[in-house]
Nanobody, 129 residues
């Protein structure tokens, strides 16, 4: 059974930083692309960032590029999202995801939520202005 457990969310002032973690178990983490999505109240879930299985390639939403960094540690089966220069509009529940059918393809960085099968429970990030 695949499990994804996010942590690291919280309340931070605008301009501050947070690092989210997503611990994975129950699947071949080292051969799976990983993604981060977020959902603000009243809005649809949106793509934030993704990384291929080898950490050779990553992709970012335009709204976070240059401020957020996705990384992974295959030995710890954990993916991270370093968030800097946070803005009020970054406030959302953040989810990690995995399970893409092409997840073991090098340089594959899926951006659509429909490309993922397994999701974590989410962690709340609140940025006060």
């Amino acid at each position: 059974q695949v499990q994804l457990v996010e942590s690291g969310g919280g309340l931070v002032q605008a301009g501050g930083s947070l690092r989210l973690s997503c611990a994975a178990s129950g699947h071949t983490f080292s051969r799976s692309a990983m993604g981060w999505f977020r959902q603000a109240p009243g809005l649809e879930r949106e793509f934030v960032a993704s990384v291929d299985w080898s950490a050779s390639a990553s992709a970012y939403a335009d709204s976070v590029r240059g401020r957020f960094t996705i990384s992974r540690d295959n030995a710890k089966t954990t993916v991270y999202l370093q968030m800097n220069s946070l803005k009020a509009e970054d406030t959302a529940v953040y989810y990690c995801a995995t399970g893409s059918q092409r997840g073991s393809t090098l340089y594959y960085t899926p951006k659509l939520s429909s490309e993922y099968v397994y999701w974590g429970q989410g962690t709340q990030v609140t940025v006060s202005s």
